[in-house]
């Protein structure tokens, strides 16, 4: 995260016995954790002069280095701007807080809640660019970064919990299937019908007036709607169902019940959902993918950083413009 510092602070506990949680937020710096700016130079020379020399060295050069990472931060990184007041302003991008508050939210790792901490979590290392990823396992290396595992109907639950604590909740990013059975779904507008029910929805609700720039619905019904073709094949699928799927069109393929087939989705919850998506499927492959194409799809996703992933455009395009989200929150 940025965190800028009014020389107002600085001077109010210099000399106190509170100077000390100038060490601590310089710490971060010294960590390269978090990038520690200050806005006025004069009050923190005057501190700065009172540490002892190698302390001294240390927090000028990460300070230095601080402001270089500053330069190289999104216009819309995480940022702190740590103020002489009572009341906190929680706010993302920007929240505005006193130094206590400050330094409990910089405490706290950046917590990626995902529907599961291996499949969800792989899928989503594996989706990163080279240098994000080399950013993120960074910070897992140093416990900054937190994989959670939400469950599927329990995730909101968890991510309520989250939010309803100031400084875990801003410190929160989410991950989670669109559940959705039909790309018209996927409209602001759609709710479910009773005694139709979509988790991807209920989490949605959460997210979208609470944490709007830290979320990552997924625009398919889940991660294994992105799986490449030679994945299938890897996985164990036959070839023949592996064709059958394929043959489907793009819509049909990213709302297809990949794991359980069309047997489960024949029910209430699902009842008239698909509309005509599978209309053109021919009875021969409907047979072939009735029973989907296995429950442990997703497991090959712990391989997505180390095989040859051919992830397909509209995926690509889709990882670009959600992972930033939480790069910026590192």
């Known amino acids: ?40 130079p004069t009050g923190l020379d005057a ?46 991008p920007v929240a505005k807080l006193s130094l206590d508050d400050a330094l409990a939210l910089l405490n706290q790792p950046l917590g990626v809640l995902v529907e599961n901490s291996e499949n969800d979590w792989h899928f989503c290392r594996g989706m990163m660019r080279t240098s994000e990823r080399e950013i993120v396992d960074r910070a897992l290396e140093r416990s900054w970064i937190t994989a959670l595992h939400g469950g599927g109907s329990t995730l909101p639950a968890q991510l309520e919990i989250r939010l309803s604590k100031a400084a875990e909740g801003l410190r929160t990013f989410v991950l989670f299937d669109s559940d959705r059975r039909h790309p018209s779904e996927l409209d602001l507008t759609w709710a479910p019908v009773p005694p ?48 059958a799927f394929f043959r489907m069109g793009r819509d049909a393929r990213w709302h297809f019940n990949m794991k359980r087939g069309f047997d489960a989705d024949a029910t209430a919850e699902n009842l008239g959902r698909s509309q ?51 790069i910026r929150l590192l």
């Open 276 to 326: 005509d998506l599978y209309a053109a499927l021919s009875p021969e492959d409907w047979q072939m993918l009735k029973a989907g194409l296995g429950r442990k799809l997703a497991d090959r996703y712990e391989h997505a950083t180390t095989s040859d992933f051919d992830w397909d455009a509209d995926a690509r395009s889709e990882s670009e413009s959600a992972i930033p989200n939480l």
């Open 1 to 40: 995260m940025k965190v800028v510092v009014s020389a107002k602070v600085v001077t109010a506990i210099t000399g106190t016995a509170d100077a000390r949680k100038l060490h601590q937020l310089l710490a971060y710096a010294c960590d390269g954790r978090h990038a520690v700016l200050f806005d006025e």
């Open 47 to 92: 501190w700065l002069q009172q540490v002892d020399e190698g302390s001294r060295a240390a927090y000028v050069e990460a300070l230095r280095l601080s402001s270089r990472a500053a330069i190289r931060q999104p216009e819309n990184a995480a940022t702190v701007f740590i103020e002489e007041r009572a009341d906190g302003d929680w706010g993302d």
């Open 196 to 243: 139709q029910s979509c988790e991807g929805f209920n989490a949605e609700k959460i997210v979208r007036p609470k944490m709007p720039d830290r979320f990552w619905m997924l625009q398919r019904r889940f991660i294994e709607s992105y799986m490449p073709r030679a994945q299938v094949l890897a996985s164990g699928v036959v070839k023949e169902t592996a064709d």
